[in-house]
């Protein structure tokens, strides 16, 4: 019970701030819309799509799990921030829940990328997407695990470097494989068999994969429960790990 008001009490302050700043969600969203807009169109006939309808449940997926990625991994620059003005050393007098001190934060990372979300799928279905409320809804909960991850790794990185110089190289030196190598912008299906088998060992791709098959219908997809499992085994790691790193920064 405790665990679990000092969690909320966490995401309360942290949603509260974010509201106070609403700018940063459509900040967030304003260049995945801009790929829907300007680079969706041509996917048709470069994908051999039937109609746009099918081209846009091959790109907005990967868009989504693209938005989920990146959101998540830049979160740790708040996080020093706050670390700079004191924020996280004055918890150290407090009996609050060292691991309710990332998931608070977490949380509110969750929150801001389904309305993000939310707000790029309603354009897609402007543009003719279809997909069902029961498949969309799974497709979310893959990608706030995937948002719950990313976060937590972003802030336990942050709570190791303390630096926004030496976060700023490390993050997109792991973003740009994981893009380039999770088949977010056009399925793999297109790349040499090498690429495809090192594909394989990046866990994103199995999200990617798993979501296309959700906005396509195929829930008996065996890699939809794969790519959420996989998903989920290395969230509770990295919220584990973060937590770690939590509870010795305000030891």
């Known amino acids: 019970m405790k ?21 940063w969600v459509f900040v967030g969203v304003f260049q ?22 099918d081209a846009y449940r091959i790109f907005v997926p990967g868009l989504l799990v693209l938005l989920a990625i990146f959101g998540g991994l830049f979160q740790g620059f708040g996080l020093i921030a706050e670390l700079r003005a004191g924020v996280i050393e004055r918890s150290r007098v407090t009996p609050i829940s060292r691991l309710a001190l990332l998931l608070g934060r977490s949380l509110r990372d969750v929150v801001s990328l389904i309305v ?26 893959m990608l706030a695990l995937i948002a719950l991850m990313t976060s937590a790794v972003s802030y336990g990185i942050a709570l190791m470097v303390k630096s926004e110089d030496a976060l ?56 939809v429960w794969q790519g959420l499992s996989i998903v989920a085994v290395l969230t509770a790691a990295a919220v584990a790990w973060a937590a770690r790193e939590f509870a010795r920064s305000v030891r």
Not at 32 to 53: D, E, G, I, R, S
Not at 116 to 141: E, S
Not at 199 to 222: H, M, Q
Request: no cysteine; net charge neutral; proline share 8%.
């Open 32 to 53: 995945p819309v801009m790929y829907l807009l300007l680079f969706a169109p041509l996917l048709k006939p470069a994908l051999n799509a039937p109609t746009q309808a």
């Open 3 to 23: 665990f679990a008001r000092d969690t909320w009490l966490i995401f309360e302050r942290q949603m509260l701030l974010l509201v106070r700043q609403p700018i």
């Open 168 to 223: 700023a190289p490390l993050m997109n030196t792991i973003a740009q494989p994981v893009l380039l190598l999770s088949g977010i912008l056009l399925p793999l299906t297109f790349a040499p068999g090498w690429l495809q088998g090192v594909a394989d060992w990046n866990p994103f791709s199995w999200a990617v994969e798993g979501t296309r098959a959700l906005f396509a219908g195929d829930l008996g997809n065996d890699r």
């Open 116 to 141: 993000q979300a939310v707000i790029i799928t309603l354009l897609a279905l402007l543009f003719g997407l279809t997909v069902f409320i029961g498949d969309l809804l799974l497709a979310y909960l």
